[in-house]
């Protein structure tokens, strides 16, 4: 089962909301995601997620902690691993996931509010709503201390 996750504008309400969309238990390949997406959550303006890095290339050996952050394309992009012809993604010991989430009506705030972005920039409003970030970081369980075999 596979699920993926993505901000986006509701058509039928014009207010920003975060999806799911699931392959419904079939193959797991682009083509095979039919499902309509659903709505699950509204007023999510924006959602990024980083992925905790743990391998030394200088080395060639796991350090079992997170070395950095990455987008999805930053460790698409890192050399393959040399060792065990493993994937670099097999690297990826954490996911940090940050929510942007906005406040359902107008005109709450006295004035516009200026708030930090899943980047760490500040960003100004363009109305009087409330905005806040979420975020939390997440061990991937097969990947975290003492799961190495």
Do not use: H
Not at 15 to 21: A, D, F, G, N, V
Not at 33 to 38: E, L, R
Not at 93 to 117: F, W
């Amino acid at each position: 089962v596979e699920n993926r996750f993505y901000v986006e504008t509701n058509p039928g309400t014009g207010r920003r909301e975060l999806y799911c969309q699931g392959n419904g238990q079939t193959a797991l390949t682009a083509a095979n995601f039919t499902n309509a997406p659903q709505p699950i959550a509204e007023n999510v303006q924006d959602m990024r997620i980083t992925y905790g890095f743990g391998y030394d290339y200088v080395k060639e050996e796991d350090t079992q902690k997170v070395d950095r952050f990455l987008k999805a394309s930053q460790v698409d992009a890192l050399p393959d691993i040399p060792k065990n012809k493993e994937t670099k993604w097999s690297k990826v010991i954490s996911a940090e996931i940050c929510l942007i989430v906005s406040s359902a009506n107008d005109g709450i705030a006295s004035s516009t509010q200026v708030y930090k972005d899943c980047s760490g920039a500040n960003i100004t409003a363009t109305d009087k709503r409330l905005y806040q970030k979420f975020s939390t970081v997440v061990a991937l369980r097969s990947r975290s201390t003492g799961s190495l075999q």
